[in-house]
């Protein structure tokens, strides 16, 4: 039933010569501003028009088309771009989510329990895995999502991680530092050298970012810079997890290394507000880690304000966020971020495409991928009005539903 | 596909003589301590035999059977039973909920703008309207669910809404005394005097529960005295909206009366505790509601060492709370409220039955209903650990699927 999509490196294969239309559409949220209402670009009562699996046209409903689905009044928007997954894992980590409840603090320690349950997976059930969580993304409504690798940290185990996410993905991240390995306990120095040497050498034709979680436990300012200067050296654009678990120097690094991303942010000073506002990096939030970690959240309302640019992200992993719900993402900005309904869908969308640097994707501007979610709702607003409730009736990437879609075809 | 359960007032229809059979259950929540391991009763690699609709054994798993479900491994729980749902309503009031985002508080008063939309709504709108909340309650794992009147306020209307209701569920309650109307603005008394003589006589025969929102802005404490007194004359079991927007005598008011339930319970004193503690009367908490109307959460931890019975509903209705996720609701109570996932669970199952004073759900202990959810999950932690993801494979009352199944018959 699921058509596949096509995501390879450079991919850009059509669906077909033929119209296909999305019509009676209620509430179309294009995140174009030239094509509707507000920065949002809202157009009622339409048609979205797709030509080869793009954006061809936004047209007053009941347009005339070989192929046509009926979204019955309901609201349109742009399928959610996920830029912060590891979804390439085996294994579960509930045990620790049940500690934390009693008080234990989230320790990146952990990291090594699904390092240690992937590495002992075969290749065939990781793709297996990793596909699975896939599908759930598009049923929540995401159509296009980055996956990072980091729970190999050898060279193997890396390179296999990454093969498994370039199934997935274009924008597949190589992650060797997102923990020093127990192998490598008192010689992190040792452990850098390999992920900006032999690590990099095998993964970087695989990769298209490199990542380091830049924190107290895990990589410090010096190492985290000199991981990204390798990466950019192989040709990999930047990303740092950083200001998770506390201040901390790596949104600095990441703005210095003109990075595309710094992801977290939970800890934010005045300092690392003003860097962001002045810079290319985008601000990623992942709010449903830090419900799962118990940690506090981050002000979502101060960035907005400063001028920086945000995007919200689900960070599925086995540890601290075992989701793929961008719904319930912009439930929590919106209830603990500060951020207004708006900000938080635009974010989501838009946010996160800007912070793959994907021009084409997180809108349905004239010309982009018709990668768009049809919500049993009459508004974007349900998306946090009803919290927990599975609200998407149909997701098309590329105009091809690929879900169990909910929608009727016009003829 | 879907299977309409037997729900009339003394309803006991069987679903026929034949033995049926969820084999290959992986983790068996019985919620029977006899039955298994600790206070949930867990079970592991178990069958559970149903018979004419009830359970009849548990068996470890590989039970010949003429109709067996295949769990695959996966975790059972008794069904979420529901015990605090406005279902019966027409409109929504995302406008009220946007307008929270940008810090106006929560106001009952606009549970005027429902009333008069549900007022302007046909029967069969009304009733088509709250089944298929009731639908989406199920595909959430929800098998039972008490559902208040409260968008009527005048005698025709209430009465309509009781009509629809008692369509749902046998659990229906009598809540006329939700707000008082525009149209007795400062006659508050003569509202009371309505709802206990007129409306009363009318909706009673329609009701089991008789319920009355006792806070600031609504009905004092003596006139909900009033309210609950008139209701147990006319045979109605007592409910009470307590102590949500701030302290009040709600919960107090609800003990004296000897009230199943007081619900909401966001602020409890001391002597609140001590009251619930030493009575019958269940303390259920909304934390959905607090989600959405941005209040603070209920301290459940505090509530369950001082020996109060609680329980945890979503309190669907679309002024503060438009949600029937039992799932939010116990990832909620988990992360904010201080519960562990087993209290978070049995609140949800166990304690919606005891505060709807019904022996025979919220377990599935020998004789009682086969109410139960299959998860798609090993543990039910995941409730929690996988926030947002819609984790229920399938939905059986009475033993029979009630959701499109994503179980395979095993022959």
Chains 1, 2 share one sequence.
Not at 146 to 161: F, I
Request: proline share 5%; charged share 20%; hydrophobic share 40%.
């Amino acid at each position: 039933m699921s058509h596949e999509p096509a995501h390879h490196h450079g991919g850009d294969e059509a669906a077909g010569p033929t119209t296909i239309v999305v019509d009676n559409i209620g509430l179309l949220v294009t995140n174009d501003p030239a094509l509707g209402e507000g920065p949002l670009g809202l157009a009622r009562d339409a048609a979205l028009v797709i030509e080869d699996g793009r954006v061809h046209a936004i047209e007053r409903c009941g347009v005339a088309a070989d192929d046509a689905f009926d979204a019955a009044g309901r609201c349109v928007i742009p399928g959610f771009v996920d830029s912060h997954t590891h979804l390439v894992f085996a294994g579960d980590r509930a045990d620790e989510f049940v500690a934390r409840l009693t008080g234990q603090p989230y320790d990146p320690a952990g990291i090594a329990t699904t390092v240690a349950a992937t590495r002992a997976t075969t290749d065939d059930e990781l793709l297996r895995l990793a596909r699975r969580r896939q599908r759930e993304a598009w049923a929540g409504g995401t159509t296009h999502l980055e996956v990072k690798s980091g729970y190999g940290l050898d060279v193997t185990h890396e390179h296999r991680s990454l093969q498994v996410a370039s199934r997935l993905t274009d924008d597949t991240t190589f992650l060797g530092a997102h923990l020093v390995p127990p192998e490598y306990r008192d010689r992190a120095d040792d452990y850098v050298d390999l992920v900006c040497g032999a690590m990099l050498d095998r993964c970087a034709p695989l990769a298209r970012w490199i990542d380091v979680f830049c924190e107290r436990g895990a990589f410090d300012r010096d190492q985290a810079r000199a991981i990204l200067d390798a990466g950019r050296r192989a040709g990999l654009g930047g990303r740092v997890h950083a200001n998770q678990l506390g201040p901390g120097p790596g949104v600095q690094v990441a703005v210095e290394a003109g990075a595309a991303s710094a992801d977290h942010c939970t800890y934010l000073s005045a300092a690392d507000l003003d860097a962001l506002a002045g810079s290319d990096t985008v601000a990623t939030f992942l709010p449903a880690a830090d419900f799962s970690t118990r940690q506090p959240y981050p002000d979502g309302r101060a960035a907005v304000d400063a001028g920086v640019a945000i995007a919200l992200a689900s960070n599925c992993n086995p540890g601290s966020s075992n989701t793929t719900s961008m719904a319930f993402v912009i439930a929590l900005a919106v209830r603990e971020m500060g951020l207004t309904i708006d900000e938080a869908l635009l974010a989501s969308t838009l946010g996160g495409a800007r912070a793959l640097r994907r021009a084409d994707r997180g809108h349905l501007g004239i010309g982009a991928r018709a990668d768009a979610v049809v919500l049993d709702a009459p508004s974007f607003t349900h998306l946090a009005y009803r919290p927990g409730m599975p609200l998407v009736a149909a997701t098309l990437i590329d105009g091809q539903p690929v879900t169990p879609d909910d929608i009727g075809r016009l003829r």
